[in-house]
């Protein structure tokens, strides 16, 4: 822990009016983050795997989350392509420059023209990878970082996602623990995004007059590409 935060943390706790914790607290506090213990979880995201999938899809599209789900990354320049055409959108996006989406064969749609970085309030669609995603509300773990600039899953009006089955998990409990082992795995061992987003379904509200209003906050459109494969 550096020395500026060791400062902060410890006038904190001479405010409080309490004292430095004993060894043994504190093997016990470390015991307790390492092993957390789950909480009650929706008996419907208590799945085996396959059935995590269905339940992902089923409620995506009671939030208006369209899904297109192809058997593996080579046909996704051909599903994100169909998609945009199908909207009339334009065939020009902005992706975030991630491994993952880099290693994808977007040369298979030539005509798909596309910028890696950060979103400008010029791009109409964006494309950007998911950490995770929660079955049991069709929720979208987003982490930010250089390779995944957060910007991207709000300016552009239409947001499409590619997801890799496998990434999803039945509770939000199990989103957050796959956080923490991608965080021991971090190189420097402490690996955390900066920004975790939750995004369940499409921006929208109903402030004014009741009135269900799409893109009020965010994208109008909100589209996964679910690509399956290995299972791992």
Same mark, same amino acid.
Request: hydrophobic share 40%; proline share 8%; no cysteine.
């Given at each position: ?21 004993? /060894? ?15 909480? *009650? ?5 208590? *799945?085996p ?44 996006f ?22 890696r /970085? ?26 930010? /970082? ?5 910007? *991207? ?22 989103g ?57």
């Amino acid at each position: 822990m550096s020395s500026a935060r060791d400062r902060i943390l410890g006038s904190l706790r001479r405010s409080l009016g309490r004292e430095e914790l004993s /060894g043994e607290a504190k093997a016990a506090l470390e015991a307790r983050l390492a092993h957390p213990t789950a909480n *009650l979880t929706p008996a419907r995201s208590q *799945l085996p795997h396959a059935g995590q999938v269905e339940l992902f899809i089923r409620m995506a599209e009671r939030i208006d989350v369209t899904v297109a789900r192809i058997p593996g990354r080579d046909e996704v320049p051909g599903a994100v392509a169909d998609y945009l055409a199908s909207h009339n959108l334009p065939t020009e996006f902005r992706m975030s420059p991630d491994p993952f989406l880099d290693a994808i064969p977007w040369e298979r749609r030539p005509l798909l023209k596309f910028a890696r /970085g950060r979103a400008e309030p010029a791009d109409l669609v964006g494309v950007t990878p998911a950490f995770a995603a929660v079955a049991e509300t069709a929720t979208l773990m987003m982490v930010s /970082g250089p390779e995944r600039p957060a910007t *991207l899953n709000f300016m552009p009006d239409t947001h499409i996602v590619v997801l890799e089955s496998r990434a999803i998990v039945g509770t939000y409990e199990e989103g957050f623990a796959r956080l923490r082992t991608a965080r021991n795995a971090g190189t420097d061992g402490r690996y955390m995004p900066r920004t975790v987003n939750l995004i369940t379904g499409p921006s929208r509200t109903a402030d004014i007059a009741l009135t269900l209003i799409l893109g009020a906050h965010g994208p109008r459109r909100l589209h996964v590409v679910l690509v399956d494969g290995e299972e791992s």
